[in-house]
T-cell receptor
Framework: DAGITQSPRHKVTETGTPVTLRCHQT?????MYWYRQDPGHGLRLIHYSYGVKDTDKGEVSDGYSVSRSKTEDFLLTLESATSSQTSVYFC????????????FGPGTRLTVT | DQQVKQNSPSLSVQEGRISILNCDYTNSMFDYFLWYKKYPAEGPTFLIS?????DKNEDGRFTVFLNKSAKHLSLHIVPSQPGDSAVYFC??????????FGTGTSLTVIP
């Protein structure tokens, strides 16, 4: 199994509060991704990183920011959480070679009340 | 707008028979396609992939077929086993290294 962890695994927060989710990898993979999974939408890309300090937006990036100061850590921040950001968040890593497969973390269930 | 679609939310198959999961896409610039399997409360796990320059890739009981003219791919599982019961997502990669996922098909293999 790829060494990828997410913290926290569960979080309940109130509307308007800031929230940071952490993804940590021990595989030294170059690419890291944040997705959200919602019923009827599958997984949707929020942001991704192709190296330290190199990030780009995905298809649902509004309301989210990311940072990657070290190869192993990719942080997702909700500056002011809204109820529409209640979701399950998955981090993924990839080397982008061969089959382009991604390895996913166990997910973080976030509830915004 | 959903660029990758899985129009069947669920599928039930008898153990030992073939499972066929379908996926359609709209963007002809996708260059790689992948299938993932997901159990409840876990992250998706990679199953099999195919390059856009091929039309078939096989790995054990799993085969993926790609029909570029129809913008359609399918995953065949033969023979199906109860442990295959999970949600299956298809995904497509664009040249910008972004991945687009379908909404998933929940497969139930009946013993």
């Amino acid at each position: 199994d790829a060494g990828i962890t997410q913290s926290p695994r569960h979080k309940v927060t109130e509307t308007g509060t800031p929230v940071t989710l952490r993804c940590h990898q021990t595989e030294n993979h170059r690419y890291m991704y944040w997705y959200r999974q919602d019923p009827g939408h599958g997984l949707r890309l929020i942001h991704y990183s192709y190296g330290v300090k190199d990030t780009d937006k995905g298809e649902v990036s509004d309301g989210y920011s990311v940072s990657r100061s070290k190869t192993e850590d990719f942080l997702l921040t909700l500056e002011s959480a809204t109820s529409s950001q209640t979701s399950v968040y998955f981090c993924a890593i990839s080397e982008q070679a061969g089959s382009y497969e991604q390895y996913f973390g166990p997910g973080t269930r976030l509830t915004v009340t | 707008d959903q660029q990758v679609k899985q129009n069947s939310p669920s599928l039930s198959v008898q153990e030992g028979r073939i499972s066929i999961l379908n996926c359609d896409y709209t963007n002809s610039m996708f260059d790689y396609f992948l299938w993932y399997k997901k159990y409840p409360a876990e992250g998706p796990t990679f199953l099999i992939s195919i390059s856009s320059i091929k039309d078939k890739n096989e790995d054990g009981r799993f085969t993926v077929f790609l029909n570029k003219s129809a913008k359609h791919l399918s995953l065949h599982i033969v023979p199906s086993q109860p442990g295959d019961s999970a949600v299956y997502f298809c995904a497509a990669r664009n040249t910008g290294n972004q991945f687009y996922f379908g909404t998933g098909t929940s497969l139930t293999v009946i013993p």
